[in-house]
């Protein structure tokens, strides 16, 4: 995949300067988000989008009054910036109530056109959004889901038994571009390939992956690519690449006046929710802003996040070599230092003859935000030995400082 070569430099003061929410304290001090796995903080400019458009743009769409003018354009330019996020055509683009949703939506429409005993190959690393909607049009269709395992002492997918599990009744292999729950990033190309020697489709959450990595829906060859801008900066939305002749030939649930709309918008389904799409707009624009380089905003783009995977690595590095000196804490999945670039800043622990909702919470008393549990993604928790307590995920965002990794070493040992 596409990477830039100039050497990339974030400058996080500047970064974390367009968000208030990092201003929050608790209890006197300064509030510290390790929770960005669970949805980013957003920055003013998308508040300020949204809240602009509610003000001055408010109507439906296709009118020849101003208004009606306005949210044309803010749709037309969501699309257009939600292609270049994914590396695809505004056309293959579909937007929706969130990922979940539309991949219940899409799997809905695949499903129309499959066989009883044909098969979906999904994987342990998923999260539920990406395996309920296929097993439950295996039960409505008589179609059989394969489930490929982990490595349980790194939290990666055994490649071997994925290449086994495919044959010729495969019609999709469904994956994570990066693990929700421990932070394990599979080789996407690897799969792509597996799935498209045998006929399949390959099918792409990148829900995790899209505030931490650049995605690239049509140099990875992808047929369906979901995201979540609540990850990445935005407002709760989901949105959808749909391969252009797919999303065309697939049959889409629509009302009949709208039955002619072109590929991917076939599957937006109703009034869509324009106040979002302002702000997803503004928030692929704040992700671009970060690049150290000019262009093309695509371009931009691939460079911001350049600046941002070489910024989250140096916090991994930081994180996994102060956890390793820490007597009672278990990092989960891949701990190797050397091998940071095959993971997201995303870590799930464990501190011993502890519960994970206690070690939460006695974070949350000390202003440090952590999820736990598992995260919806019960089978990458159970991968890597783990019960259904699950553990805590600390995530870290580009929004995130060495001090603030720091401070939270510090509680960890203290703590354990």
Known sequence: MSTTTTPATLDVDRARSGFSALAREVAGKPARFFDGAGGSQVPDSVIDAIAGYLRHSNANEGGVFVTSQATNRVLESAHAAAADLLGAKPAEIAFGANMTTLN????????????????????????????????????????????????????????????????????????????????????????????????????????HAAPHLALHFAELDLDVLLCSPYKFFGPHLGIAAIREELALRWPADRVA???????????????????????????????????????????????????????????????????????????????????????????????????????????????FFAWHGDFYAPGAIRGVGLGDAGGVRLSFLHYNTAEEVDDLLAALRELA
């Open 104 to 207: 219940f939506l899409l799997t809905h429409a695949l499903g129309r056109t499959l066989a009883a005993g044909d098969e979906i190959v999904v994987t342990q690393l998923d999260h539920e959004g990406n395996v309920s909607p296929w097993r439950l049009l295996a039960e409505d269709r008589g179609l059989v889901v394969h489930m490929v395992g982990m490595h349980e002492h790194d939290g990666t997918l055994r490649m071997d038994e994925l290449e086994r599990a495919i044959g010729e009744r495969t019609r999709v292999v469904a994956f994570p571009l990066a693990s929700n729950a421990i932070g394990t990033i599979p080789d996407g190309a690897r799969i792509v390939e597996l799935a498209h020697r045998a006929g399949a489709l390959a099918w792409a959450d990148g829900v």
């Open 257 to 367: 006046p709208a039955a002619q709309t072109p590929a991917g918008h076939r599957f937006e389904t109703g009034t869509l929710n324009h106040e979002a799409l302002a702000g997803l707009f503004a928030a692929v624009d704040y992700v671009a802003e970060l690049s150290p380089l000019e262009g093309t905003r695509r371009a931009r783009l691939l460079a911001a996040y350049a600046a941002i995977g070489e910024h989250e690595r140096a916090l991994s590095l930081r994180f996994l070599n102060g956890a390793a000196g820490i007597d009672g804490v278990t990092v989960h999945g891949n701990a190797d230092v050397t091998r940071v670039s095959e993971r997201t800043p995303t870590f799930l622990v464990t501190l011993a003859g502890q519960e994970p909702v206690h070690t939460a919470r006695a974070l949350a008393e000390r202003g």
